[in-house]
């Protein structure tokens, strides 16, 4: 009997013995996404550039709101007369820019980029969580910016045109690889005026470089995992005033809602989705 209990009492102490040796479960901790500030009141007003510029209790973070507000750079900003101008600059960003921060539908992209041409701004979305926005300038009324979807492609921290060598290029990523498209850091007047390309402020032309994944390609002429879709929408009016000083009499005229980037992604959807997969299935390596 004493033999009986010294061989189980052996064989439970090897049990726990092994028990206590395994690898503790690491649950896998989802991304913290931006916790967005909405200011307390949403309204705006005309202004002139110069003498808000001077009044010294404007502080950085207030400056790149109105800056954005304009689809502009600092450097053109200083040369405006009129601008638009928050009443209430205590919110982020985004507070300020017509994107809605959840896409319901959009729930099972990893990621995906839209671009706005009838708003000149841009957002990204991981899950359909607003990540990050802000203005661009795209395509003059002589060389739009094609519209539908594309995927990123290759790119560079700086290269040079090829339709202009002086124009140099920093943070280049290119959608559009035959045609020479891409967004990229670039001189920003305030209103659609690049050759085609998808002109950016430097901070978002740098964030968007980081974040969206790049094309695999198996050789020279065949790709073999897509980059980060991209869409671009609407339409621009170049014979009327920049669409932004409507929001001085209605603070939400150039809003986009979960709806509309619904519709518009639908017809893409399905492909999204396969070359989603198509990554994950390459990057696994099965």
Known sequence: MKTSVVILSIIVASVYSCQSKQEPVVK????ELPRWKAPKILAYEIRNAKQWLQDSTVDAAERAIVIAVNRTD???FIKMDSVVVPVDLSGDIVSYLPFPLHISYLKDIDKIVFFSYATQTFAAYENGELVHAGPTNMGSERHPTPTGLFHTNWKAKKTISTVNPEWILKWNFNIL???GIGWHQYSMPGYPASHSCLRLQENDAK????????WVLE??????????????????DFHVSKPWLRLVNDPHALDITEDQLQKITEPFLDEILAEQENRKEKSSGV
């Open 74 to 76: 600092s450097l053109h």
């Open 207 to 214: 964030y968007l470089f980081n974040w969206a994944d790049k």
């Open 28 to 31: 896998e901790q989802k991304k």
């Open 219 to 236: 050789d020279k002429s065949k790709i073999l995992v897509k980059g980060t879709p991209v869409i671009v929408f609407g339409s621009y």
């Open 177 to 179: 690889n035959k045609g």
